[in-house]
T-cell receptor, first 116, second 114 residues
Framework: KAGVTQTPRYLIKTRGQQVTLSCSPISGHRSVSWYQQTPGQGLQFLFEYFSETQRNKGNFPGRFSGRQFSNSRSEMNVSTLELGDSALYLC???????????????FGEGSRLTVL | AQSVTQLGSHVSVSEGALVLLRCNYSSSVPPYLFWYVQYPNQGLQLLLKYTSAATLVKGINGFEAEFKKSETSFHLTKPSAHMSDAAEYFCAVSVGTGGFKTIFGAGTRLFVKA
């Protein structure tokens, strides 16, 4: 069974640009969560999607957005990039509700964004 | 609100020594608790999870954790450290109504000395 796939793995952008990151969950998983990981702030929850609907949202500005497609694949977008957006962005998939979901997350290897 | 506190951002042990990584949680409802491990340049991987079935939970690579409700703790232990255990460890709590939102602790980096 293929794991969670994130693309691209590495990217470099400049301030003011925008970026789109992609995540393909494990087959059969319908929930996708996004996290930002930085040395100073640790793992911060961005948002969680299930059946194309955002169910939970972290405390991030509106520049951070996401969406989920009907095949459960998800994208997140960051507009007007700032230097502080440099981070490892992790996607995690899990079973949806009603499927004995205990909240276990399966992570991809992340997309490392550097903003210059 | 739910939260997780990991005591000690860095822990150093000798190879063969006991590993003890501390985690305390705060939750208004019975939580699901997890320990994840992250190796350099990789995502997180589940070590073990507590889902109320048993208070002593065994995970992969010889790790185990004990849920103590009275102490709101979920400490991670391993009797004998191995060099390959060097990594960052995250304690996490998952609660949610209508969806899950997992909150992670700040992480503890484990160093293993030869």
């Amino acid at each position: 069974k293929a794991g969670v796939t994130q693309t691209p793995r590495y990217l470099i952008k400049t301030r003011g640009q925008q970026v789109t990151l992609s995540c393909s969950p494990i087959s059969g998983h319908r929930s996708v969560s996004w996290y930002q990981q930085t040395p100073g702030q640790g793992l911060q929850f961005l948002f969680e999607y299930f059946s194309e609907t955002q169910r939970n949202k972290g405390n991030f500005p509106g520049r951070f957005s996401g969406r989920q497609f009907s095949n459960s694949r998800s994208e997140m977008n960051v507009s007007t990039l700032e230097l502080g957006d440099s981070a490892l962005y992790l996607c995690a998939s899990s079973l949806g509700p009603g499927q004995s979901n205990t909240g276990e997350l399966f992570f991809g290897e992340g997309s490392r964004l550097t903003v210059l | 609100a739910q939260s997780v506190t990991q005591l000690g951002s860095h822990v150093s042990v000798s190879e063969g020594a006991l590993v003890l990584l501390r985690c305390n949680y705060s939750s208004s409802v019975p939580p699901y608790l997890f320990w994840y491990v992250q190796y350099p340049n990789q995502g997180l991987q589940l070590l073990l999870k507590y889902t109320s079935a048993a208070t002593l939970v065994k995970g992969i690579n010889g790790f185990e954790a004990e849920f103590k409700k009275s102490e709101t703790s979920f400490h991670l232990t391993k009797p004998s450290a191995h060099m390959s255990d060097a990594a960052e460890y995250f304690c996490a709590v998952s609660v949610g109504t209508g969806g899950f939102k997992t909150i992670f602790g700040a992480g503890t980096r484990l160093f293993v000395k030869a």
